[in-house]
């Protein structure tokens, strides 16, 4: 049945995203704002078919035996009621993708994977789709609890479907402001900054789905009129070097091939060039 359901997420959330990409294209072009380009958005597909491949060969292991294994020792047995069952899962869900998201670009390892998905310079629906690709092989480790809370293993791949739909339309430079939501609903303001290499806007506004969590741990930051700010500039702070299909995924996990090839390395400058904060350097006292 939970796999039907995600079916039937599929079948209503594939129209409706090229619908609204047909329509940021054609407002895109019509306003000469260049917010896409055939070589960023092939890149983008590309990205997501090799994240889903990854994702679909791994799903037995992490549905069909560990989230299993977990959920054989469930502490809570029966949720007596199915709201509060699935409002549980939501903000569970959330609030555990926080701190793989936020872990993600902590720790250079993780960032290595998740580099890909903030590679691009364009902000617009497609750029959701642009994946972190190698993300599949352990994002499952961080929604362990969630099983053993006594959520079906099934049922969390279909909650996580469902945010990550939202995940995916607040990719866009075109809706400005959401109002009220904007306190409470991660939003394309808030993402837009989570996208931004500006200093200011570098690890903020980590969720998926709900801002709650990024105000809570002190990694929210208010998207900034250009009269208070600078613009915001999509990317790396430093670009990649030949942008090719291999060099978009793997060219972070070389440069850490390098940096550990350098001379009279101690084991702890090793273990922070792998497991450190992006951008550590060992000859950096700052």
């Known amino acids: 049945m939970e796999a039907v359901k995600e079916n039937i997420l599929l079948l209503i959330s594939t129209p409706i995203y090229l619908i609204i990409i047909c329509i940021e294209l054609l407002i895109?072009?019509?306003?000469?704002?260049?917010?896409?380009?055939?070589?960023?958005?092939?890149?983008?597909?590309?990205?997501?078919?090799?994240?889903?491949?990854?994702?679909?060969?791994?799903?037995?292991?992490?549905?069909?035996?560990?989230?299993?294994?977990?959920?054989?020792?469930?502490?809570?047995?029966?949720?007596?009621?199915?709201?509060?069952?699935?409002?549980?899962?939501?903000?569970?869900?959330?609030?555990?993708?926080?701190?793989?998201?936020?872990?993600?670009?902590?720790?250079?390892?993780?960032?290595?994977?998740h580099v890909t998905h903030h590679s691009s310079q364009k902000m617009n629906f497609t750029v959701g789709f642009r994946s972190s690709v190698f993300q599949p092989l352990y994002r499952f480790i961080y929604f362990i609890p969630l099983p053993l809370l006594g959520f079906k293993p099934l049922d969390i791949v279909f909650m996580y479907s469902a945010t990550q739909i939202w995940g995916i339309f607040v990719h866009t430079e075109l809706v400005r402001n959401m109002g009220w939501l904007e306190y409470i609903f991660v939003t394309p303001s808030h993402h837009r900054v989570h996208h931004g290499s500006n200093a200011k806007y570098i690890d903020k506004n980590m969720g998926m789905f709900l801002i709650i969590w990024d105000k809570l741990f002190g990694t929210f930051q208010k998207e900034l009129d250009n009269n208070e700010y600078e613009p915001i500039k999509y990317g790396l702070t430093t670009e990649i070097t030949n942008p090719n299909a291999m060099n978009i995924i793997f060219h972070e996990w070389n440069q850490i091939r390098k940096d550990l090839a350098q001379p009279k390395l101690s084991f702890k400058q090793k273990w922070l060039y792998i497991f450190g904060k992006p951008g550590y350097k060992h000859h950096d006292k700052s």
Do not use: C, P
Not at 59 to 66: A, F, K, L, N, T
Not at 79 to 91: G, K, V
């Open 28 to 113: 895109s072009n019509y306003g000469s704002r260049k917010l896409y380009s055939l070589k960023d958005t092939v890149t983008n597909i590309y990205l997501m078919l090799l994240n889903s491949i990854i994702d679909l060969a791994f799903r037995s292991i992490y549905i069909g035996v560990i989230f299993t294994f977990f959920y054989k020792y469930r502490i809570i047995n029966n949720w007596q009621s199915a709201i509060w069952y699935w409002l549980f899962l939501l903000l569970a869900e959330d609030f555990l993708y926080y701190w793989l998201h936020r872990f993600d670009h902590k720790i250079r390892f993780f960032w290595a994977a």
